[in-house]
């Protein structure tokens, strides 16, 4: 099971001392913000976590099950947020939870449908 937004909240709101009000209204601005920067074709860094970037996605090429012709599916097309851990937080998070089950990567990942590719410096 993930983090969802209202437990990140709490989470927030309880490590930092502030109210939940304060929390949301400081979560809800770093999404906005994160959100305008990616639409411009920015890359978001934030040293210590990660960096959040815009991949652009290819057509595949399918088949019709009719014909059996081979087809390019544009549906597919398009850009995708994806984001890259720094390593060491990466390694910290792939060991294994209390019930001894490696958590799978849509589990990493609070900000669905991001992807998580391992952060490689250089």
Do not use: H
Not at 28 to 48: C, I, M, P
Not at 61 to 83: A, H, L, M, S, W
């Amino acid at each position: 099971m993930g983090l969802n937004k209202a437990e990140l909240i709490e989470s927030i709101a309880a490590e930092a001392k502030i109210s939940k009000a304060d929390a949301k209204r400081a979560l809800d601005a770093f999404v906005t913000n994160t959100t305008k920067a990616l639409r411009k074709g920015e890359r978001v860094a934030l040293v210590g976590f990660g960096t959040f970037s815009i991949s652009k996605r290819a057509a595949r090429k399918g088949r019709n099950p009719q014909t059996g012709k081979e087809i390019e599916d544009r549906g597919q097309e398009g850009r995708e947020v994806q984001g890259r851990c720094r390593s060491e937080q990466q390694s910290e998070v792939s060991t294994t939870n209390d019930i001894g089950k490696v958590p799978s990567r849509r589990d990493l990942s609070f900000f669905t449908p991001w992807t998580i590719i391992p952060y490689t410096s250089g």
